[in-house]
């Protein structure tokens, strides 16, 4: 049985920086694309960053470019999500993903898993 599970959300001051941790188990994590979405309160779903499965190609949507870094360590099967010079408009609940393709995936409907997601709350 395939898990996710995402740790590291918190309350911290803008500016301020975090760092989420996705582990995965149930799986090949070596062999799946990995995703970071977001969700703020009567909001949709929204990209974040993704890394391929070697972890040699990442790509970032264009809010979080030059805050947020996305990691991974194939033999701890963990994805990480770096968050930098947060935001109160990064306040969300972060959910990591996973797929087994050797693509960069950015939209939710592409991901097979799913984690249950970790609260991140910026204040300003």
């Known amino acids: 049985q395939v898990q996710l599970v995402e740790s590291g959300g918190g309350l911290v001051q803008a500016g301020g920086s975090l760092r989420l941790s996705c582990g995965a188990t149930?799986?090949?994590?070596?062999?799946?694309?990995m995703g970071w979405f977001r969700q703020a309160p009567g909001k949709e779903r929204e990209f974040v960053a993704a890394?391929?499965?070697?972890?040699?190609?990442?790509y970032y949507a264009d809010s979080v470019k030059g805050r947020l870094t996305i990691s991974r360590d194939n033999a701890k099967n963990t994805v990480y999500l770096q968050m930098n010079s947060l935001k109160p408009e990064d306040t969300a609940v972060y959910y990591c993903?996973?797929?087994?393709?050797?693509?960069?995936?950015?939209?939710?409907?592409?991901?097979?898993?799913w984690g249950q997601g970790t609260q991140v709350t910026v204040s300003s």
């Open positions: 149930g799986l090949t994590f070596s062999r799946c694309g």
């Open positions: 890394i391929s499965r070697s972890g040699a190609r990442t």
């Open positions: 993903a996973a797929r087994e393709t050797i693509m960069i995936l950015t939209t939710p409907s592409e991901y097979d898993y």
